[in-house]
């Protein structure tokens, strides 16, 4: 069974820190399979549409939404399957669902169940 389990969210004060972490089990991450696969966060805030935060490929290259470049960074533990997202600088407007994304070409997707992440004074 494939699981993608978030930790790490929370309420914190604007300009405070958080790190996400997600960790990868089931067979097609067994051994070195999750190396393979692009891992990246996506966030959702209430009426507001699923939006990429960050990504990194399986080969470590990075891409991060604009509005969070400079304040975010995504990193990969492939002996842990492990994904982080640490978060720093954050603002109000980064309150959302935090989800953890897995993938490997168009056909193999996955996702967690979200963690929430609470920007306020």
């Known amino acids: 069974q494939v699981r993608l389990v978030e930790s790490g969210g929370g309420l914190v004060q604007p300009g405070g820190s958080l790190r996400l972490s997600c960790a990868a089990s089931?067979?097609?991450?067994?051994?070195?399979?999750?190396?393979?696969?692009?891992m990246g966060w996506y966030r959702q805030a209430p009426g507001k549409q699923r939006e990429l935060v960050a990504i990194?490929?399986?080969?470590?290259?990075?891409n991060y939404a604009y509005s969070v470049k400079g304040r975010f960074t995504i990193s990969r533990d492939n002996a842990k399957n492990t994904v982080y997202l640490q978060m720093n600088s954050l603002k109000p407007e980064d309150t959302a669902v935090y989800y953890c994304?897995?993938?490997?070409?168009?056909?193999?997707?996955?996702w967690g169940q979200g963690t929430q992440v609470t920007v306020s004074s």
């Open positions: 089931g067979s097609i991450f067994s051994g070195s399979k999750f190396s393979g696969y692009a």
């Open positions: 990194v490929g399986s080969g470590g290259s990075t």
């Open positions: 994304y897995a993938g490997r070409g168009s056909d193999n997707t996955y």
